[in-house]
């Protein structure tokens, strides 16, 4: 009985611990990799407390796309790893590899939902003129209204993604059950 106890808060503990040190060094790494892999070079990775962070220099003649691409890498980063840890869970069928993947898909949804607040603040209010989202804002030289409908659009792909994300976690928790 006690080594199922022991068990369990292992599977706790390595489902949070590998979801929050993938995003202290992973997203900047992702970042500056696509980076590199669009504009070659174009990039400066430094420490800033808990995170690694991957600053980009805004092109004013790049594509707008490919702008939001690398503004919203850490993002990405974060679907194609739920993703693969979905992956992770089909694959494994016992109950403890399940909690640890699911407890590290719960860390990178509340990731990206910081995330997506942070550039809504950010653009709404214009608290960090010196952030990648407002000097990419800057360039494109948006009224006002065109602001907030780019907003709403990126913000509301990320959050229906958290939403499908969500569900499918419930499932895994359903099935766990119709297999007891």
């Known amino acids: 009985m006690k080594t199922i106890q022991k068990d369990k808060k292992k599977a706790v503990l390595i489902g949070i611990l590998s979801g929050l040190l993938s995003l202290i060094f992973v997203p900047a790494l992702f ?3 696509l980076s590199d892999l ?3 070079r174009n990039y400066l990775i430094e420490w800033h407390f808990p995170f690694l962070n991957t600053s980009i220099e805004i ?11 690398l503004i919203f890498s ?5 679907f194609l790893s739920i993703e693969i840890s979905g992956i992770y869970i089909k694959l ?3 109950f403890l ?14 990731y990206i939902l910081i995330l997506i607040i942070y550039f809504a603040i950010t653009v709404i209010f214009n608290l960090f003129p010196e952030s990648e989202i407002t000097k990419f804002i800057e360039v494109l030289n948006y009224s006002f209204e065109k602001k907030m409908i780019a907003l ?7 959050f229906t993604y958290t939403s499908f994300a969500l569900n499918r976690i419930k499932n895994y ?8």
Request: proline share 6%; aromatic share 10%.
């Open 31 to 33: 970042k500056a990799a």
């Open 59 to 69: 092109v004013k003649n790049a594509k707008p796309l490919t702008i939001l691409i």
């Open 173 to 180: 928790f359903s099935e766990s059950e119709k297999e007891s």
């Open 92 to 94: 494994r069928k016992d």
């Open 38 to 40: 669009i504009y070659g």
């Open 97 to 110: 590899n399940k909690i640890s993947g699911i407890l590290f898909q719960l860390v990178q949804i509340t």
């Open 152 to 158: 709403f659009v990126t913000i509301l792909i990320p």
């Open 74 to 78: 850490p993002i990405i980063f974060g």
